[in-house]
């Protein structure tokens, strides 16, 4: 049997109900209502339907630390796939994350202003319809510019009913 870290708690806030309702988003990447979320705000950018973007700029602390003085791994991993998962709204796509590949070029410094982009690739047509894969690419950059990771990510399209089926509450119209 493992001791519970008397340290960390799950805020009485955070009751069980599960919800994609923004006003109630406990999402660890960008929900509002997680205290210990990481709070990503992105702002998505559809002017090229081809090349729809997401772009966060974000700086976090020694809460995420891995190396001393640097981002850990999985944290970096979950603000890849954030911003990938970000291009699915604005495609009108409710969907999850199947697979990803991640390339941690340099390690990613914790106290600096930094910027995280997700880029639409392209959703295969199945049957001459839009597919239910869709294929994101993100990286976290650097304001010089240097590309400190890389992801490219596999999502694939919910059915909304299974939503229903999992007792998952959809936003009011
Ligand atoms: C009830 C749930 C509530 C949902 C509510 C959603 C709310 C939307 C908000 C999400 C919020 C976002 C937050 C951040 C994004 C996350 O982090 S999401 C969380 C992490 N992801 C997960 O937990 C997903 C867990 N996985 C699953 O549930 C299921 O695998 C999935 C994703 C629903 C897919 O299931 P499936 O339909 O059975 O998939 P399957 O047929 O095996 O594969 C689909 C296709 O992909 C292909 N494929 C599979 N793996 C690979 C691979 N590695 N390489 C290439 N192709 C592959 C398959 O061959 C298949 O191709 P086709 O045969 O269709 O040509």
Request: hydrophobic residues 35%; contains cysteine.
């Amino acid at each position: 049997m493992t001791t519970p870290d008397t340290a960390r708690h799950t805020p009485n806030s955070m009751d069980g109900n599960p919800t994609i309702d923004e006003r109630a988003n406990h999402c660890f990447g960008c929900g509002p209502a997680n205290p210990q979320g990481l709070h990503l705000a992105f702002t998505t950018d559809t002017s090229n339907p081809e090349a729809i973007t997401a772009t966060c700029h974000f700086q976090l602390d020694r809460m995420h630390e891995g190396p001393p003085g640097y981002i850990h791994g999985g944290i970096v991993a979950a603000l890849l796939d954030e911003a990938m998962s970000k291009l699915n709204r604005p495609l009108n796509v409710l969907a999850m994350t199947r697979h990803m590949e991640i390339d941690y070029l340099r390690p990613v410094p914790l106290y600096q202003p930094l910027v995280l982009i997700g880029r639409h690739l392209n959703r295969p047509a199945k049957d001459g319809t839009p597919g239910r894969k869709l294929f994101h690419q993100a990286e976290i950059q650097h304001p010089d510019g240097t590309v400190l990771a890389r992801s490219k990510g596999l999502f694939i399209a919910i059915d909304e009913k299974l939503l229903f089926a999992a007792g998952i509450t959809p936003p009011e119209a």
